[in-house]
């Protein structure tokens, strides 16, 4: 099974900027999409971007133009770095990916990094 660990939330003041990453272990697996999600308090999860294999990326209306995702095939890590950031960018981000391991294939979730954004 793969494990997906998130890694570069914290506190940031209005403004700043925080690098997410979020590296999958095990062996034996390739790994499709791969995604950067946040849920913030009392409300559901929702996506933030998305990125394919091939570099293809989709964003959030909400965070286009301050998050850019990126992601390294050869180490199975993704990246999230968030710019301009604001209060309601608040919320625990999860990372996920698209994994076919063998004749199966599944989702598999990140545990959560929180991000505040407050001054």
């Known amino acids: 099974q793969v494990q997906l660990v998130e890694s570069g939330g914290g506190l940031v003041q209005p403004g700043g900027s925080l690098r997410l990453s979020c590296a999958a272990s095990?062996?034996?697996?390739?790994?499709?999409?791969m995604g950067w999600y946040r849920q913030p308090s009392g409300k559901e999860r929702e996506l933030v971007a998305i990125?394919?294999?091939?570099?293809?990326?989709n964003y959030a209306d909400s965070v286009k133009g301050r998050f850019t995702i990126s992601r390294d095939n050869a180490k199975n890590t993704v990246y999230l770095q968030m710019g301009s950031l604001k209060p309601e960018d608040t919320a625990v981000y999860y990372c996920?990916?698209?994994?076919?391991?063998?004749?199966?294939?599944?989702?598999?979730w990140g545990q959560g990094t929180q991000v505040t954004v407050s001054s």
């Open positions: 990125i394919t294999t091939g570099g293809s990326t």
């Open positions: 996920n990916s698209d994994v076919i391991d063998g004749i199966y294939r599944y989702t598999a």
């Open positions: 095990g062996s034996g697996f390739n790994i499709n999409t």
